[in-house]
Every structure is written in structure tokens, then in C-alpha cells.
């Protein structure tokens, strides 16, 4: 099937050759591409990428669940990632590989269709002060993990997220929080949640939300510093009796919840093991603990 030689592009008739390559493919037509979201920072030996392994094994983990062909393996994505840093001569910043069905196709079979990939990189200034956000907790739920496949990030899952992060900010909120099919609590649009209450931390189990890297690395740290941690089903009533809610995600580390619609609210202001948490966590990506060093990768 080829597009016709003419399409209508923001009000004008144009040449399909000319402004119509970037749309005729089922990428953008489907939501048929797949990305990563990965960090680096400027430690004291140098810029590093933190759990660069993680991340590539979600991404090829995505490309396989869509049948991506990508035309290259994990230690060719590294290269290219590291080189094209280098080349923007950055030392910290955010790394955004993405691949997509790129091919000049329109319809749904997307076996065996060309695919493209990119990586993008753009500095990202590290958090001085720990950003605090008010959540609304959204009419849409959390895709079923029986409809998706959960441990891939496939752009097209990210309009759930969307709707989600509309009614929150027309609501006069700042991100949205989504129950899963059951109605336990699940996510956030981009980031996963954890509940604090007298040294434990609760976040819901891996299994119907996307369990993320910085999740997995705070599960990990935590009893370091003394918290244990709990995996469960949580209903939303359990907010009510929580000490602090925090939300995790490459971008934003360790972001504090100061209210959750009726559901919680953190009146003095204070979020003292998020903090503990959100620090331990900057010691740890800036390479000043010894044992969690093998998660960096230098360039
Ligand atoms: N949930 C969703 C839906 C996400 O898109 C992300 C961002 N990748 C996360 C959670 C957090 O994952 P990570 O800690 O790996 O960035």
C-alpha cells in the first residue's frame, strides 16, 4: 500500500515526498515504537551511566515483546550511547534511545517491518531541592496486565498515562496516581510509589504496574539504612495512616507527596526518610558507595 502523491498537512495541500515521510508508518499511526529513560551524572571519576545494564535489558526486553528487529545488540547500544555523550560533550544528562516501525507502511502487521532507532541526550540539571507534588487520584485505571504485555515500554501504553496526567493537572493537581484493575493502588504516569509508615515501606507488587529501575534500587538499598521493605496490594484507606508517600523514576529520583486527594496529606511539611532515602540514593549515582559502584558505567 503507498501513500497517494498529494496529503493535506496543517491546512495546505503538500507533496507527500516533501512533508508526508514522517507520518506514513505505524509508529506514529499505532504507538508501534519503544524507548528507555536512563541517567548519567558527573561522579568523581567522571561522567557514568547508572544501571546502564538494567535499562538496556528493558529495552531489548520492550523491542522483543513488539518483534522489533533492531539490527544491533547490547554492547553495540552502548557504544552508541556513550559516543554520542561524548560527542555533545556532556558529563550528566538523560539518554533516550528509542526504536520505532519506521517503514513507509500503513496497517497493523508489523512483523518483519523496518524499524529505525535514535538516541537523543539533553542535559538535565541535578535536583538541589527535592520538587514536592500534589496528586489526584484518576477515574482511569492502570492498563490490565492482562492486555499488555506489563514489563515493556511500549509508547503506545503512555495514552493511558496522558489521560490520566490531564484530568490530574485540570483538576488543579500535579500528576496523576491509577488504580489497577482491582482497585489497588499502582502508578503514577511515569513513576511508581512508595508509602512510609514507622520504618517500612510499602509499594505495590511488581506484577500489574511497570516495576522500575529506581523502584528496584530503592527495594535494594533500603535496609542499609534500616527500613524494611513491604510488596503487597494496598488499598487507598491504607494512605490514610502513613507516615510519608514518595514517588521514584529516572528522571525524578525521589519526588515527595505532600497530598494525595482526600486520601493523605503531609501537614508539617516534612518528609524525614524520603530524604534519608532520596540523599543515600544521590551518594549512590554520584559513585560514593563503594558496593552499589558496579551499577555505573563510565564512559
Ligand atoms: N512506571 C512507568 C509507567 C514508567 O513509565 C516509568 C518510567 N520508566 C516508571 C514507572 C519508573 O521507572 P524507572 O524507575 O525505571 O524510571
Not at 4 to 25: D, Q, R
Not at 142 to 151: A, Q
Not at 234 to 239: D, N, T
Request: charged share 25%; net charge positive.
Amino acid at each position: 500500500m503507498n501513500p497517494a502523491n498529494k496529503i493535506w498537512i496543517n491546512g495546505k495541500i503538500a507533496s507527500f515526498k516533501k512533508s508526508g515521510l514522517f507520518c506514513f508508518n505505524q509508529a506514529l499511526n499505532y504507538g508501534a515504537s519503544i524507548y528507555e529513560g536512563i541517567r548519567f551524572y558527573n561522579t568523581d571519576s567522571g561522567p557514568a551511566i547508572f544501571r546502564l545494564e538494567g535499562h538496556l535489558k528493558r529495552f531489548f526486553y520492550s523491542a522483543s515483546a513488539l518483534r522489533m528487529k533492531l539490527g544491533f545488540n547490547k554492547i553495540d547500544l552502548e557504544h552508541a550511547i556513550k559516543s554520542l555523550i561524548r560527542a555533545n560533550r556532556l558529563s550528566s544528562g538523560y539518554i533516550r534511545p528509542l526504536s520505532f516501525y519506521s517503514e513507509l507502511k500503513m496497517g497493523i502487521n508489523i512483523l518483519n517491518s523496518k524499524v529505525s532507532t535514535i538516541i537523543l541526550v539533553w542535559p538535565w540539571r541535578e535536583t538541589k531541592q527535592p520538587k514536592t507534588v500534589r496528586i489526584k487520584v484518576v477515574k482511569y485505571k492502570r492498563l490490565n496486565p492482562n492486555s499488555i504485555d506489563m514489563k515493556a515500554k511500549i509508547s503506545g501504553y503512555y495514552v493511558n498515562g496522558l489521560l490520566g496526567f490531564i484530568e490530574a493537572r485540570e483538576g488543579g493537581f500535579d500528576e496523576p496516581l491509577f488504580l489497577d484493575h482491582n482497585n489497588f493502588i499502582a502508578e503514577g504516569a511515569v513513576n511508581n510509589i512508595f508509602l512510609v509508615k514507622n520504618k517500612i515501606l510499602y509499594t505495590p507488587r511488581a506484577e500489574n504496574i511497570l516495576a522500575g529501575i529506581t523502584r528496584d534500587t530503592i527495594l535494594r538499598v533500603s535496609e542499609d539504612l534500616g527500613f524494611k521493605n513491604v510488596e503487597k496490594d494496598i488499598r487507598l484507606e491504607f494512605l490514610k495512616d502513613v507516615d510519608e508517600v514518595f514517588l521514584t523514576g529516572t528522571g525524578i529520583e525521589l519526588e515527595m507527596v505532600k497530598e494525595i486527594g482526600d486520601f493523605f496529606y503531609n501537614k508539617n511539611n516534612q518528609w524525614p526518610v524520603t530524604d534519608r532515602i532520596l540523599k543515600y540514593y544521590q551518594d549512590i549515582v554520584h559513585g560514593r558507595i563503594n558496593k552499589y559502584k558496579n551499577w555505573l558505567t563510565y564512559l
